[in-house]
């Protein structure tokens, strides 16, 4: 079946309960705006009277579902405010009215304020009749895809809203057995949209880190303050832009990127290049600029690894596929995705040679519609080759694969020779491509193969010997 079809039925399973509970090392691939549940979100956004939407027509029953809700934080609530919500007829497109108002004021006949939520939640998330009906093209599914992050963007640009989706992704990392991340940051446009507590002030990259900064440390310090300190160890930023950039703003981007490094050493893990590989500019287009910074930072003592996205596509010798060898010319550390690495050979050799870690999102890949099934997706081949892998969730709150279960569970069960061993394995070895230092990773590995047997010892007690 496929994954959101089959979702409440994985649900349903004593495996998958298992495999909940199980410690799950890092997570290495997740893009951090799309790591929140939807729902959890909104209902975020909702508590605060600054955060208001905007509509590009009124809302009826024809123009609901091709109607995207778009929200901003104002200043103060009532001085931008239409008189008229956006689903009365007066209504004049395009200008902000409280979302709380909305919400409240949403008729009837559009399901009341139960029926704005599936509106909102609807254009959050990717549903199973657009993964596996409507949007039936690498390119139909990616526009949508790239729609969510429109809406999401909007929800996350008012600071108290940042906070709690913060404080929630990493409770729900724990919650899942992940007990390290690294999440890939998107840092355009160089004009933040996002806002402070009072509306006013616009927030740049390095406030962000900071406010990041400031969650992480508060949450560890309440784990350290509950005695559950091996719990989670922490987890830091990936600087990313998407690949639709010039080469000219680019070199603004990796200065910027430099700055922060330098201001916050321990948070930012790394650099990579995101967006749809297929419809958007190759690696080889930002080549001189990335060999250009490569170097500086070489020479400034800075170490600041390349973690390319490379390989996402069906294509085979398209500018995709041959992102693969430029990532891995350039030094790259890890792949994301690597989904076409199974047609090189001799690429799959240098990742087993030079211990370069293959992200490999299962879920993503199916809903984004890379492979119709697990069964059918590459990873069997890339474990039987020796390939380095991480399993990862890529974009959880939009594909509904919070946390890292969902996808240790797609692998387990598509396989007669993975078993809870080979995720065990894979958990394990996550912590050795992370970017931390050697005596980090020894501590959480230490800690891990302790959680690891007494996981074992529960599995056992509460199942019998399977
Ligand atoms: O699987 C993926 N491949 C490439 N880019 C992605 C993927 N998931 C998300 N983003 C990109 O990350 C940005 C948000 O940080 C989005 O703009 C989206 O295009």
């Given at each position: ?274 967006g749809p590989e297929d419809v958007m500019h190759p690696l080889i287009y930002y080549l001189e600029p990335l060999i250009k910074f490569r170097n500086k930072c070489e020479a400034l003592g800075i170490d600041l690894p390349f973690l390319f996205h490379a390989g996402e596509t069906l294509g085979d010798g398209n500018s995709t596929d ?145």
């Amino acid at each position: 079946m496929s994954f959101l079809t089959a979702k409440s039925t994985i649900e349903s399973t004593q495996i998958f309960n298992i495999v909940k509970k199980m410690p799950k090392g890092a997570l290495l691939h997740a893009h951090l705006e799309a790591t929140v549940d939807a729902g959890f979100l909104l209902k975020s956004a909702l508590e605060h009277t600054n955060v208001c939407i905007r509509a590009a027509s009124t809302i009826t029953k024809e123009t609901l579902g091709s109607t995207l809700p778009d929200f901003a934080p104002r200043p103060v609530a009532g001085s931008y405010e239409s008189p008229a919500t956006i689903t009365s007829p007066n209504y004049v497109p395009d200008t902000y009215v409280s979302a709380q108002k909305v919400r409240r004021e949403w008729p009837e006949i559009l399901g009341g304020p139960e029926g704005f939520d599936r509106w909102v939640i609807q254009s959050l998330t990717i549903n199973p009749s657009e993964a596996y009906d409507t949007h039936n093209t690498t390119v139909k599914i990616w526009n949508k895809f790239q729609s969510c992050f429109t809406v999401i963007r909007g929800l996350l640009a008012y600071e108290p809203v940042l906070r709690k989706f913060l404080r929630q992704l990493f409770e729900s990392c724990v919650e899942d057995g992940i007990s390290y991340a690294e999440f890939r940051w998107n840092f355009t446009p160089k004009d933040n949209i996002l806002t402070s507590e009072d509306g006013t002030c616009y927030i740049d990259h390095d406030r962000l880190l900071s406010i990041f900064q400031t969650e992480l440390e508060l949450y560890l310090q309440n784990l350290r303050d509950a005695g559950r300190s091996d719990l989670f160890h922490g987890a830091k930023i990936i600087y990313t832009f998407v690949r639709i950039i010039s080469v000219e703003e680019l070199e603004w981007y990796l200065e910027d990127c430099l700055a922060l490094k330098k201001k916050y050493p321990q948070l930012i893990a790394g650099f990579d290049v995101v967006g749809p590989e297929d419809v958007m500019h190759p690696l080889i287009y930002y080549l001189e600029p990335l060999i250009k910074f490569r170097n500086k930072c070489e020479a400034l003592g800075i170490d600041l690894p390349f973690l390319f996205h490379a390989g996402e596509t069906l294509g085979d010798g398209n500018s995709t596929d041959q992102n693969l060898y430029d990532a891995i010319l350039l030094g790259t550390k890890r792949i994301g995705h690597a989904f076409s690495l199974i047609k090189h050979p001799t690429l799959m050799r240098l990742c087993r040679e030079r211990n370069i870690c293959c992200e490999v999102c299962p879920v993503s890949n199916e809903i984004l519609r890379l492979t119709a099934s697990i069964p059918a997706h590459p990873i069997a081949a890339m474990l039987n080759h020796g390939v380095p892998i991480a399993l990862a969730s890529d974009d959880p709150g939009i594909f509904s694969n919070i946390g890292l279960s969902y996808d240790f569970f797609q692998v387990l069960v598509s396989s007669e020779i993975s078993g809870l061993m080979t995720l065990a394995v894979l958990a394990r070895e996550s912590f050795q491509h992370a970017i931390l230092d050697e005596e980090e990773k020894k501590r959480a590995l230490a800690v891990w193969d302790a959680r690891w047997a007494r996981y074992i010892e529960e599995v056992v007690s509460t199942n019998g010997i399977l």
